[in-house]
């Protein structure tokens, strides 16, 4: 048990399947150069406490400097002994410099390590995502402003509801992932606090100077708690749940996508680039890209209902349970990173076709314009509605549109109809009747697209 870092209490030599079990070296390797930065930090605030001299600083400085170019060149060379990223780093640091690294550790855990460690990659990371991200709703917000005189039905229960502006359509997920990138940058602020200095769970006992560590290492404030700075992982968790929900959103994107491009829709062209054909089936086109963008919001899911079960049974401080946290965040991180890039690629070059759009513009979509109609002559809404809906059943029974319903049909459901009757089955002026903030009229969506290219400055600016 020498070469462990907790090496000595014990005789004899760990079970080589424990040792397989409890080795997290082959996925947290990824933390290599966050951990050295950490290391480099942690050895400065030493030196300054008087437990390194200066010589012995500029070695230790010099040997991780050393270790990071061979991660970075390919060439570190992990042992079955590194039963994690610290220990490896640890262990090679010694190697070149000798047993002055056995310095670097004094008052450090690998408790407070490794979060600091995980804080510092994600850090990192949540601001790749942000850029991502960024471009999927700038992707949207500027294709609704190229096609906004475009005018498809909107589907409730999907079935033909309302006609809309095919920019209403892409601005409604815009809009959507607007509030996942506020989320991230909320969260980026909450997680920002400094736990390295806490120790194993009672906190440093060599006077180090948390607020140089703070400063070398670039949090906006220093733990409160050592017990609590340890253990808490209320970050993964608050990554986790946020990537879900818009994973959800993504995926709700997707469903639509995939149904707008069937053959029974006809809406949309998916670029070749995204989709693949079929083994047996010359004929097939599949939307690989949306199904596996939808298909990645239930493994992101399960990542965060898995690291939620591990912290519910534990009780204060670190336990070993922890490490599951790692794989969860490195997986979640790839999987949005892949996740956005493709569904900005599907974006930008699908083609639509209006042609399609606008056969599928039935009059009986008018309905309910129908009722506003006779709202605007005088009649209560309910009213209304029931009148507009004996219109319906009226041209149901006589197997016409209900556009073709003659004035008398119309008159013998309510003398309110006239003549002026005709301009409501018309889809342009039944859109731009929506001039409410928010709505589908053309000055609503344009307000839209200006109000969303601003917000579009102020969060690319917290990415």
Same mark, same amino acid.
């Given at each position: 048990?020498?070469?462990?870092?907790?090496?000595?209490?014990?005789?004899?030599?760990?079970?080589?399947?424990?040792?397989?079990?409890?080795?997290?070296?082959?996925?947290?390797?990824?933390?290599?150069?966050?951990?050295?930065?950490?290391?480099?930090?942690?050895?400065?605030?030493?030196?300054?406490?008087?437990?390194?001299?200066?010589?012995?600083?500029?070695?230790?400085?010099?040997?991780?400097?050393?270790?990071?170019?061979?991660?970075?060149?390919?060439?570190?060379?992990?042992?079955?002994?590194?039963?994690?990223? #610290?220990?490896?780093?640890?262990?090679?640091?010694?190697?070149?410099?000798?047993?002055?690294?056995?310095?670097?550790?004094?008052?450090?855990?690998?408790?407070?390590?490794?979060?600091?460690?995980?804080?510092?990659?994600?850090?990192?990371? &949540?601001?790749?995502?942000?850029?991502?991200?960024?471009?999927?709703?700038?992707?949207?917000?500027?294709?609704?402003?190229?096609?906004?005189?475009?005018?498809?039905?909107?589907?409730?229960?999907?079935?033909?509801?309302?006609?809309?502006?095919?920019?209403?359509?892409?601005?409604? #997920?815009?809009?959507?992932?607007?509030?996942?990138?506020?989320?991230?940058?909320?969260?980026?602020?909450?997680?920002?606090?400094?736990?390295?200095?806490?120790?194993?769970?009672?906190? /440093?006992?060599?006077?180090?100077?948390?607020?140089?560590?703070?400063?070398?290492?670039?949090?906006?404030?220093?733990?409160?708690?050592?017990?609590?700075?340890?253990?808490?992982?209320?970050?993964?968790?608050?990554?986790?749940?946020?990537?879900?929900?818009?994973?959800? #959103?993504?995926?709700?994107?997707?469903?639509?996508?995939?149904?707008?491009?069937?053959?029974?829709?006809?809406?949309?062209?998916?670029?070749?680039?995204?989709?693949?054909?079929?083994?047996?089936?010359?004929?097939?086109? /599949?939307?690989?890209?949306?199904?596996?963008?939808?298909?990645?919001?239930?493994?992101?899911?399960?990542?965060?209902?898995?690291? &939620?079960?591990?912290?519910?049974?534990?009780?204060?401080?670190? /336990?070993?349970? &922890?490490?599951?946290?790692?794989?969860?965040?490195?997986?979640?991180?790839?999987?949005?990173?892949?996740?956005?890039?493709?569904?900005?690629?599907?974006?930008?070059?699908?083609?639509?076709?209006?042609?399609?759009?606008?056969?599928?513009?039935?009059?009986?979509?008018?309905?309910?314009?129908?009722? &506003?109609?006779?709202?605007?002559?005088?009649?209560?809404?309910?009213?209304? #509605?029931?009148?507009?809906?004996?219109?319906?059943?009226?041209?149901?029974?006589?197997?016409?549109?209900?556009?073709?319903?003659?004035?008398?049909?119309?008159?013998?459901?309510?003398?309110?109809?006239?003549?002026?009757?005709?301009?409501?089955?018309?889809?342009?002026?039944?859109?731009?009747?929506?001039?409410?903030?928010?709505?589908?009229?053309?000055?609503?969506?344009?307000?839209?697209?200006?109000?969303?290219?601003?917000?579009?400055?102020?969060?690319?600016?917290?990415?």
């Amino acid at each position: 048990q020498g070469d462990k870092l907790w090496g000595g209490r014990f005789s004899g030599s760990t079970d080589p399947v424990m040792e397989m079990f409890s080795a997290s070296i082959t996925y947290d390797q990824r933390l290599s150069e966050v951990d050295i930065r950490g290391s480099m930090a942690y050895a400065k605030a030493l030196e300054k406490a008087g437990i390194l001299s200066k010589p012995e600083l500029e070695k230790i400085l010099s040997g991780l400097e050393k270790i990071s170019e061979e991660w970075s060149k390919g060439t570190f060379v992990v042992k079955q002994s590194d039963e994690d990223i #610290h220990t490896a780093n640890e262990r090679r640091l010694k190697e070149l410099i000798g047993d002055i690294a056995g310095k670097l550790h004094t008052g450090r855990s690998r408790n407070d390590q490794v979060v600091t460690d995980l804080k510092l990659l994600m850090k990192n990371s &949540l601001s790749v995502i942000s850029t991502h991200l960024l471009q999927l709703i700038k992707t949207l917000v500027e294709r609704a402003a190229k096609e906004i005189d475009v005018i498809l039905p909107g589907y409730t229960h999907l079935q033909k509801a309302q006609p809309v502006r095919w920019s209403q359509f892409l601005l409604s #997920h815009a809009v959507a992932l607007t509030r996942d990138s506020e989320r991230l940058g909320e969260m980026k602020k909450r997680m920002n606090v400094l736990p390295l200095g806490s120790g194993a769970l009672a906190g /440093n006992p060599l006077e180090i100077d948390r607020e140089l560590l703070r400063s070398e290492l670039d949090f906006a404030s220093i733990s409160l708690n050592s017990m609590d700075a340890v253990s808490e992982r209320d970050f993964v968790v608050e990554f986790l749940s946020l990537a879900t929900l818009l994973m959800i #959103h993504l995926s709700k994107m997707a469903e639509d996508l995939i149904l707008y491009s069937t053959s029974e829709f006809g809406f949309l062209t998916l670029s070749d680039t995204y989709c693949t054909g079929s083994s047996l089936m010359p004929q097939k086109k /599949n939307p690989d890209s949306l199904e596996l963008i939808r298909s990645k919001a239930g493994r992101v899911f399960g990542r965060l209902a898995a690291i &939620l079960m591990v912290l519910k049974g534990l009780p204060s401080t670190y /336990n070993k349970d &922890l490490q599951e946290d790692k794989e969860a965040v490195f997986d979640v991180i790839d999987t949005l990173n892949a996740v956005l890039q493709v569904a900005t690629g599907v974006i930008s070059t699908l083609q639509i076709n209006k042609g399609n759009m606008e056969k599928a513009l039935s009059p009986e979509i008018l309905s309910s314009d129908l009722a &506003l109609y006779l709202v605007r002559k005088g009649m209560p809404f309910r009213q209304a #509605h029931i009148a507009s809906r004996k219109a319906v059943h009226l041209a149901e029974t006589k197997g016409i549109p209900i556009n073709n319903l003659s004035p008398d049909d119309l008159k013998s459901i309510s003398p309110l109809f006239g003549s002026d009757v005709s301009q409501v089955f018309n889809v342009v002026n039944s859109v731009e009747q929506y001039r409410a903030m928010g709505g589908t009229a053309k000055s609503s969506v344009t307000a839209q697209i200006e109000q969303l290219r601003e917000l579009l400055k102020k969060l690319k600016e917290q990415a």
